[in-house]
Each structure stands twice: as C-alpha cells, then as structure tokens.
C-alpha cells in the first residue's frame, strides 16, 4: 500500500519534470542555442566569465563566484559545518559519558609507520590545494576534505593519537573568526562587507587575487578541523 | 545608519568566539547570546525608521545588484527581524538559568545561530542564499532538538531531519529549474522577467519551491514532525521553534508567491490548504493529554490561519497576517516559557497534574493565563486585534469563497477557545491531585520571572495600543504586495 | 545521438533524485534512510551543473591570459553545487550521529518499531 | 566521448539501484560510494574540475568513512521488510 502511494508520487514528479524540459531553452546550453548569451543582463555566469578575470585577478572564475561574488552563501555555508559540527558533539556527549572505552587491537608497525609518515604528507597536499585555490581548480572546501582525511588516517593506523577536542575547537573557532574579520575590514574600508579591498597584483601568480587566497585559507583550516572533529567524534575517538 | 548586515555578522562572530571563550571561563558562555541579541534588537529597531522611508539595499562585495549577493531590509524584514531578537532575546535571558543539562556551552552556540538563520532568511534578497540561511536556521533546529541525547529528543530530531532534508532537496530542484529558465538568482531580477518566460515551467519551480519551504512552515500534509520536535525539545527551544522557526518558513512561501512568482492563481488553493490545516490543528490539540504536545499542536492551528490570511492577496489580509505572526510568537513563545517550570515544579507533563498550580505558581499561571487568552482571541489582548484585523480584511473582499472558508475556520477557533479554557479552568478552580510530589528544583529564578512577565506586559499593550505595531503593518503589506516597487528600489533603475 | 547528448545527464540525475525519494519514502531503515538523502543530494548537484553546462564548453579557468571566455560553461551553477555539496555532509553527519544515538536507546534502526512518540 | 559518459550514466545508475536494493547496509554503502565516484567523473566530464575535487574528496571519500563508523556503532543487516 505505502510503496503503491509512493510510487504514484514519484510518478507525479517525474512527469512534472519531463514536461519542464520539453518546452523553450532551458539551462546555459538552451541559452547559448537561443543566443541569449550576448545580452549581458540575464545571464549571471556569462558576466562573471567575462570580466571576473579582470575584476578580482584570480584565473579560476570559480573561486572569485565562491569567495567574492557569492561570498555571502559561502560564509552561511561554513556555519552550516560549523553547527553540524557542535551539533553532532552535543548529541553524541552524553553517550561518551556512559560508554566504557573499547580496546582497539593496535595496528602493525608497518602501518603505524606508514601512516606517520603518510600524514604529513597529506596536509601538505591539503594545504597546497587550498592556497592555490584561487589558480587552478581546488580550494578551501577541497583542501579542507583533504586534510581531515589526514585525521581518517591517524584515526586507522594510529589507534588514541586524535585530535584533541580543545585544539579542534580553538582552530576552528579562530579561523571562522578571521574570516569574518577579513569581510569586516572590508565593511569598514570600503562599505561593503566582503569587498575585495587589497590590491590584486597581476593574474596568474601566487600573490593576486587580494583576499581570495586569504579567504581561502582560513576556510581550509575551518573545513580541516571541523571534518576532522565530527570524524573524531563518529569514530568514538574524541577526548 | 548601522549596516543591516550586521544584524548577521556581529551575533555570527560571537557565536564563532565562544568555543574561545569557553576555554577561558565557564561562565562566561551563559550571557553571549543575551549580549549578541540585545544588539539585534537595537540594531533592528533603529534602522525601522529607516526602513520605513525606503527599503535599505546593502551590497556585499562592492558589486551592485544583481551581480552579487545583497540584503533587502525593507518594513517587513526590519519589523521580522525585530521579532526575532527580541523574542530571541528573553528567552535567552529565560535559558540562562533553565538550561541545565546537557552540553551547555553547544547549546549556546547552536541558539545563536539558530537565530541568525532566521534574520538572514528574514532580510536577504537572493533565493540561493534563502536557502543557505534556511538550512542554517534548519540544521540547528534539528541538533538542538535533539541535544540532550535522550530518547524522545534524538527520535524526534531524527524524524525531523529526514522531513527537513527532503524539504530542502526540493528547494536545490526548484533553484535549479529558476537557474535554468532566467539565468539569475536575484529575487528582484526573476520577479522583473517572470512574465516572459511560459507558464508550466514556472509552474513546476513554484510547487518544488512551496513544497519544499512548506515542510519547515509546517503546512498539512508535510506536517508529521512538529508535534514530536516541538514537544521533545527544551521549553526555551520549543519556544523558538513555534515562535519563529516555523514563521520564517511562511514568510519564504510568501515571498516567493508574492514577489518573485507574482502568483496569483494558486492563492485560492494555498487559502483551502491553510483552513484545512487550521482544523487538523486544533483538532488534534482537543485530544491531548501533554501540555507540551497540545502547544505544538495549537501552533499548527494557528499557522493554518496566517497561511489562510497571506492567501487573501489584500493589504488587510497580509497586515492582519504579519499582525498575527508578531502576536502568536510573542503568545506561544510566552506558553512555552511558562510551562517549561511548571513542568520542572510538577514533574510531570500531563495537564491534570496542573490542576490547582494556580496557588502553588501564581504569576507563571497568571501569565501562562494571559498567553491563552490572547491565542484564544479575547480582548484586551493582542490575538483579539490581530483575528479582528483578519475578519474585516475577508468581509473586505466580499467574495463568498473566502467568507465560507472563514467560517468553517471560526469552528477552529471555538475549537481551540475550548481547550484552553479548560486548562485554565484546572488551574484556579480544580483541587491539586492528592499525591503530587512537591519537586524542589521546581523554585522559579529571577531569570525566568522576567522574560515571562515581560512578555504577558507586552501582549496587553500592543492589545491595548495596536497603533504601536499597526503603524508598521501597512507599509509591511506593501512591501510584500507592491513587486515594481520592489523591483526598483532593488535593481536602482 | 544528438538526443543522448543532450539529454543524458538530466536522465541520470533525475533517475537519482528519484531512486532517492522512492528509498526515503518505501524503507523502513533510519540508515537505508540516509542513504536515501545521500544519493537525492548527489542527484540535485548533478543536475545544477548540468544545468550550467554548455556543449563542448571550457572549464571556468583562466590558465593563460590568451584564453577566451566565450564558451566557457557557467560557473555560477558550479559555486552553487559546491554550497551544496558541502550541506549536504553537514546533514548528513548529523544524521548518522542521531542514528546512532536511536540505535543506543531503542535497539534497533527500525522506523516501524520506534514509536515512542505518536500523533 | 558522449558513449562513455552514457556508459558512466548507466553504472551510476545501476549502482543507485543496488544501493536501494541491498540488505547489507555496508554493501550499500559501497555501492553509494561507487555511486559518488562516478558522479565525481561525470563532473570532470561537464568541465567542473572543482566540484569534481569536491565530491571526490568529500562524496565518495569522507562520506563513505562517516558512514561505516555510525554502522560500526549500531547494525549492519536491515531487518526484513515486512509489508504493511
């Protein structure tokens, strides 16, 4: 009976959205067809193509939408994680209180070793792709994965040598901080919250860009440790 | 002139700072989001003058609308977000104390942002990031649920967030089926090109939008979650999420059918959809035996009437909605406060064991008494303006589809006048159960006296001066009705 | 085939927007659940790129300054879904954290059996 | 090339499919795994490297991890469906 309903909704929906795309030009792809694209008001992405690179100095246009067209969405985005984060600590509290440590069988040498030496290693990557994240494809939320997948790790191969909750939190409480203070300095420079207020150097180099790389940083450490605290926390291992 | 954006950013960083400041001092977390709100609510309050002239268009990042994300303070969102902090507000003052189990200094923290979710969807002017905020103000809704970690919280919040997620799956679709068709996310910039485009398309975005935003403004048939979630929370949490969480739902529906969609086809089914939802409400309310559980679900009840009331697409109407919002939160949020001690001083949740609190917990029952009275709709108090307002706006119309509806929704309401009379009756003049144990944790602190009397004061003085508020509710209604105007003053041509 | 390059990604994301709906509404499982919502959400940010894909377009990335912005795909959608992208595990972490909380005091993962609260 | 995209398509979807339909949940789990990864290279393929970094990293790697610790801590078979 449930699975007969749900079946007929799913049909519903399926079919409402079939006869969306048998009509006009839909999407970028519709729009290129029809030849929109050349009128510069009704396309967003078109625009920011077009003058992104001379407008913020950072070649990967998606990182000038993310940090400064957009910037607002990813701070609201960074607060999501942030509150799962807390979230997911506050619900598993009280279960840490009452549940008696399990002994883990240590792993081998061979890969305790391996993963002490993979580990830094690893952050380094994480730490590369978030800072040239303003150049070539990458950025703060991928770095950010990057390095807590650094923790995942030290979580298999190093049983009990976690994060510690107080760094975690004090890491990723100063880093969403800086964020905000870098949108605030630009509030109080220029008017604008978020406004890209240093100068921009020249595209293509490490140093252009303005706040992007700043931007960026800041949102790879708060992704990093907030990724790494809810793996300590789902893994049992939080201290 | 503040910038309203930090209506947003100051309670954010401070929300940031407390895992810092936690380190330092225990205490110290207790009072941030008093201090955080207090700000709000200043902020807010003087930038309503303001906002009042001519709605205020902040861009971030330097670029002009529609090229970048921008905040649309217009009377509606000032006089919202005024709302939000300062029901966010005494209830912060109320959780100082209440709040005793648990991670408390997390609790804070996911508050704080629970409330700056709200003034976000409240004040921004780009669907994308309505939806960011709403998933901010939703996401915390569904850990503080469930933050204590004990059965009934967890289950609820599991349920809710499954609810809420597919909610806000639909939502990404509907953005995605707006990105597709205009090439814009800009509130403003769809609402000016939403004639040009063919209507099925259109039709097919608004339901994913509505269905979407409908789970969180609790509409009928997306509703199975909030009598759990808000029953299952701590009071001073369940206060907010009736207060204002469901409200900030609403006010999406409307803002999307109103300004962006101009949609005016669809507002006679939305008015069915509200009175049906009115009558499931308070009808289900009749049958509870959980104080808590009836508050829920009176609130769906009377979400119903707001969503009845906005579908009448008149300014009557629509201020006698936002009227109804202002007076319902501060009303249920005042229930919930005052039930949240008697719940601690009985020990039990049950409305017969409140027989007789009367004389034991004289001014929560007082309160908790005036709060009733005000959902119910009685004069002096601010629910009778605020239903007066909705009756007159439907006789205004004259049509005899909305005056049928009405009348079938008055059976609610006779409904719901009779339920809460009857608590109210067991407060004064039934005997206290015989073996009711006298819970010593039950003593009401100064904390919780103040927000909760607050509250009851403000609910008889808007009830006997609606001009307080009433001057606000019209420019409100045009805000929501008037789209060239909107348009203009956003898009600066 | 100039219907499968059009329409094949649309087919693939909605078919798992719906695979996705249909587990979230038929099985009973809170974790199955979960995977549900998993595979809905990989399903919307599909379809967001999709949306802003223009054939035969360029990656939205300047790597030397003589490349031309004409035919680049949008870059919005691409912001967006990673927005999207990173909500989703927020959700979805919180999720598996009540699950497991379920789990502790109920014994079971099964939505049918977990009826503590009812209308 | 549009050939081996239908072709990334169909596993995609087949591997849905037995996501839905295993009763092991670590089974599904890999298959919702291999549902992502395949996602990530469809995203290469509509010219987005950075959200392909990003459902990589995070989809099909992190995803994956979160999951098998919540069913380390609770079950790993579903229980028999029964029709109600």
Known sequence: MRRLISLLLLLIVALGIFLCFSGASFGAEGASRAGKLTEDKVNFGRRYASRGLEENKAGNIVASVVVNYRGFDTLGEVTVLFIAAVGLAAILHARREEATPSKAEPASLIVFTGCRFLFPLILLLGAYIFIHGHLTPGGGFQGGAVVASGFLLIYLGCRGRGLRSAGVAVAESLSGLAFLAVALVGLAVGGSFLLNFLPKGSAFALFSGGVIPLIYVAIGFKVGSELGGIIDNLSGEAR | MVSPILLIAVPLGLAFAIPVLGLASKRVPRYVPVIAMLFNLVVSVSLLPHALKAPIVVRTAGWAPPYSIHLVAGPLGVLLSSLIALIGLLVAVYGIDYIREGAKVKYQILYILMLVGATGVVLTGDIFNLFVFFEVLCISSYALVAYRGDSTGVEAGAKYLIQGAIGSGLVLIGIGLVYGTFGTLTMADIAANVSSVGSFRLFVSLAFLITGFGVEAAIFPLNGWLPDAHSSAPSSISAILSGIAIKAGLYA???????????????????????????????????????????????????????????????????????????????????????????????????????????????????????????????????????????????????????????????????????????????????????????????????????VGLLAVLILTIGLFPGIVGRVLGPAADDLLDRTAYVQHVMGD | MSFLSSYIHYIGCFSLILIGLYVVLVKPNLIKVIIGINLMGTGVNLFLVTVGYIHAGTAPIFSEAAQQPEGMVDPV??????????????????????????????????????????? | MIVFQTFLVLVMIVAALAAARFGDLLDAVIACALVSLMASIIFYFLQAPDVAMAEASIGAGLTTAIFIFAINRSIRYEENEKTD
């Open chain 3, 77 to 119: 959608p691409q912001a967006l879904v990673l927005t999207a992208i990173v909500i989703g595990v927020a959700v979805l972490a919180l999720a598996l954290s009540l699950a497991i909380r379920v789990y502790d005091h109920y014994g079971t993962l099964d939505l049918r059996k977990i009826k503590a609260l009812r209308w």
């Open chain 2, 253 to 451: 529906i409307a803002r999307v059918v109103y300004t962006v969609y101009g949609a005016s086809s669809i507002l006679p089914f939305l008015a069915v959809l509200g009175i049906v939802t009115l009558l499931i409400g308070e009808m289900c309310a009749f049958g509870q035996e959980d104080i808590k559980r009836l508050l829920a679900f009176s609130s769906i009840g009377q979400m119903g009437l707001i969503l009845f009331a906005l579908a009448l697409a008149s300014a009557t109407g629509i201020s006698g909605a936002v009227f109804l919002i202002v007076s319902h939160g501060l009303a249920k949020a005042l229930l919930f406060l005052a039930s949240g001690y008697m719940i601690y001083r009985t020990g039990s949740r049950d409305i017969s064991s409140l027989n007789g609190i009367g004389k034991r917990m004289p001014i929560m029952s007082l309160c908790f008494t005036v709060g009733a009275f005000s959902l119910i709709g009685l004069p002096p108090f601010v629910g009778f303006a605020s239903k007066f307002t909705i009756v007159r706006a439907v006789l205004g119309t004259g049509s005899t589809f909305f005056i049928t509806l009405l009348a079938i929704g008055l059976i609610g309401t006779v409904i719901e006048g009779a339920y809460f009379l009857r608590i109210v009756q067991g407060f004064y003049f039934k005997p206290a159960p015989e073996d009711s144990p006298e819970q010593t944790e039950g003593k009401v602190p100064f904390s919780a006296l103040v927000p």
